[in-house]
């Protein structure tokens, strides 16, 4: 029987938990003992590379061990990175173990050998919001080095993205960048930023990550790089002959080249080829359509090939657009779904790129605790691909503790895959809810307004009767049973991000 602690029964008699969040971190930080993270669920099609390291936190060193792995495949034991590559399509139950000197843990674990990756929401890193175009070799080997060392990949994040400006920008007269886009025989040339993509490709890999690239269906790119146009086979083969595992492929100047903006084949028309060319290449890519919403692009991405697109414009990094896109994704869930992703961009906190004198620079986020802890809320509410736009290599502990709550990405990544939405609303105040595997709820509380205020989640909204136990996904403790309803006291452009289970 589940007993309430007597501080807890009085909050509760009294009315609203006070959630309303204080500045500073909230997640205690992980033992020392494993625990195995991220998500319960792998997709990987048959005969490609299959690589995938075991997310788990405690203290190093650690030993990792597995059973059930399938034919094809090889764990190395104090990495517990996962390689090889598996024949036969099939559904295989896996355990994962890991052990160090303060105990073991092991975790179920589930490999689909099929035709459907990003069976959750990919999760990752990218370099746009970071550094623009000002990118090379030696900036993505040094932000994978800082995954790992951070610890961001035991956590389960596993991409390191190119974005615009690693290729030649015709017409450029800066010698790094410029010159002939391609070579003799029509491939892309990379600018001397950087001289070894393959190198680099498996640079990462021998880190036990994935690395994704960036280029357009257009002439150019958003930068002016050359784009793929007219090369979309040629483009996709290099890019695999390199070893990559991922591509955005951004609209910007295709946009010229659509005669019809109303009709939905004209925006389907790209993406639909590319698709259809990364599918029958000897590796896997996941899929990132970038053309910011056009065409109602969530319910037809799947269907050209997409594994998740961007429903809006760029988030950048100030709040209202993260109120924008967020809140504005109301609607679109029913197109979500395990190997299909809606994408209102990347979280951009920590250090990012800032606009201002002689163009911008990196400089710390502008936005408030708050806000932060509501961003990383409201993404994994919305199973949201969670691709970090920070500076890896400049992590501070309330970044880092912000994009490594384990329960937080727990609800990102849960293998049942529904994309929550908003149960409620009054005025500035709006509660969201995700069915969660098992039949538990992730609910979240969100004060869009300016004044601290009291929230209402109401079970006759959730679609719940009886007795739940409310646990503070943030700060990882179970706050009792409630009946009826859970009342939070947030703060300004703040969350209480709940999961409710029932009482036993």
């Known amino acids: 029987m589940y007993t309430l602690p007597r501080t807890l029964i009085r909050l509760?008699?009294?009315?609203?938990?006070?959630?309303?969040?204080?500045?500073?971190?909230?997640t205690p930080p992980p033992g020392p003992k494993p625990k195995i993270n991220g998500a319960k669920v792998y997709g990987a099609r048959p005969g490609h590379p299959f690589l995938y390291t075991i997310p788990a936190t405690g203290t190093r060193p650690m030993t990792f061990s597995t059973k059930g792995l399938p034919k094809g495949l090889k764990l190395d034991a104090p990495s517990g990175r996962i390689a090889g590559a598996v024949a036969r399509k099939g559904d295989y139950a896996v355990t994962l173990r890991a052990k160090n000197a303060a105990g073991s843990a092991e975790r179920k674990f589930k490999i689909v050998i099929g035709d459907t990756l990003a069976?959750?929401?990919?999760?990752?890193?990218?370099?746009?919001?970071?550094?623009?175009?000002a990118i090379s070799d030696a900036m993505v080997r040094a932000q994978a080095d800082a995954m790992v060392s951070s610890g961001l990949v035991q956590h389960g994040?596993?991409?390191?993205?190119?974005?615009?400006?690693?290729?030649?920008?015709?017409?450029?007269?800066?010698?790094?960048?410029g010159g002939?886009?391609?070579?003799?025989?029509?491939?892309?040339?990379?600018?001397?930023?950087?001289?070894?993509?393959?190198?680099?490709?498996?640079?990462?890999?021998?880190?036990?990550?994935?690395?994704?690239?960036?280029?357009?269906?257009?002439?150019?790119?958003?930068?002016?790089?050359?784009?793929?146009?007219?090369?979309?086979?040629?483009?996709?083969?290099?890019f695999a002959a390199w070893g990559f595992d991922f591509?955005?492929?951004?609209?910007?100047?295709?946009?010229?080249?659509?005669?019809?903006?109303?009709n939905p084949e004209e925006h389907k028309k790209p993406y639909r080829l590319m698709g259809e060319i990364l599918r029958k290449?000897?590796?896997?890519?996941?899929?990132?359509?970038?053309?910011?919403?056009?065409?109602?692009?969530?319910?037809?991405?799947?269907?050209?090939?997409g594994h998740f697109w961007r429903t809006a414009g760029d988030v950048g990094g100030g709040w209202n657009n993260v109120a924008r896109f967020g809140y504005g994704q109301a609607g679109m869930e029913k197109w979500a779904g395990p190997g299909g992703w809606n994408d209102p961009d990347n979280i951009n906190i920590g250090h990012i790129f800032q606009?201002?004198?002689?163009?911008?620079?990196?400089?710390?986020?502008?936005?408030?605790?708050?806000?932060?802890?509501?961003?990383?809320?409201?993404?994994?509410?919305?199973?949201?691909?969670?691709?970090?736009?920070?500076?890896?290599?400049k992590l501070d502990d309330f970044t880092l503790n912000i994009l490594t709550n384990d329960e937080?990405?727990?609800?990102?990544?849960?293998?049942?895959?529904?994309?929550?939405?908003?149960?409620?609303?009054?005025?500035?105040?709006?509660?969201?809810?995700?069915?969660?595997?098992?039949?538990?709820?992730?609910?979240?509380?969100?004060?869009?307004?300016?004044?601290?205020?009291?929230?209402?989640?109401?079970?006759?909204?959730?679609?719940?009767?009886?007795?739940?136990?409310?646990?503070?996904?943030?700060?990882?403790?179970?706050?009792?049973?409630?009946?009826?309803?859970?009342?939070a006291k947030v703060g300004r452009h703040g969350v209480a991000l709940v999961r409710l289970t029932r009482a036993r």
């Not at 509760?12 to 909230?26: K, R």
């Not at 201002?356 to 986020?365: C, D, I, S, V």
């Open 12 to 26: 509760c008699l009294l009315g609203a938990v006070a959630l309303a969040q204080e500045p500073g971190i909230l």
């Open 119 to 133: 069976l959750t929401p990919p999760m990752g890193w990218s370099t746009w919001y970071n550094a623009r175009v």
């Open 157 to 177: 994040y596993a991409y390191v993205n190119i974005d615009d400006g690693w290729n030649i920008k015709p017409g450029s007269t800066d010698p790094a960048i």
């Open 180 to 238: 002939p886009a391609r070579d003799e025989k029509g491939d892309l040339r990379p600018n001397q930023n950087f001289p070894d993509m393959k190198g680099m490709c498996d640079y990462v890999h021998g880190k036990g990550l994935k690395i994704g690239i960036y280029i357009g269906p257009g002439p150019l790119t958003c930068a002016g790089f050359e784009a793929s146009y007219g090369h979309e086979e040629q483009d996709a083969r290099q």
């Open 247 to 262: 591509l955005k492929y951004d609209l910007c100047s295709y946009q010229k080249l659509i005669k019809d903006p109303k």
């Open 281 to 305: 290449l000897d590796r896997d890519f996941v899929f990132n359509l970038c053309q910011y919403g056009r065409g109602n692009v969530w319910e037809w991405g799947r269907e050209v090939g």
């Open 355 to 393: 606009r201002g004198a002689g163009g911008g620079k990196l400089a710390p986020t502008t936005l408030t605790p708050n806000e932060q802890y509501t961003w990383m809320s409201l993404w994994s509410l919305m199973a949201a691909p969670l691709v970090f736009g920070g500076d890896m290599t």
């Open 408 to 487: 937080v990405i727990d609800i990102d990544q849960d293998t049942l895959g529904k994309q929550g939405a908003p149960v409620s609303k009054t005025g500035d105040l709006e509660v969201w809810a995700r069915d969660l595997e098992g039949g538990s709820k992730a609910v979240g509380m969100f004060n869009r307004g300016e004044q601290e205020a009291e929230i209402s989640a109401r079970w006759s909204d959730l679609g719940l009767t009886g007795s739940y136990v409310v646990r503070d996904v943030w700060r990882q403790k179970d706050l009792g049973k409630f009946e009826n309803e859970f009342k």
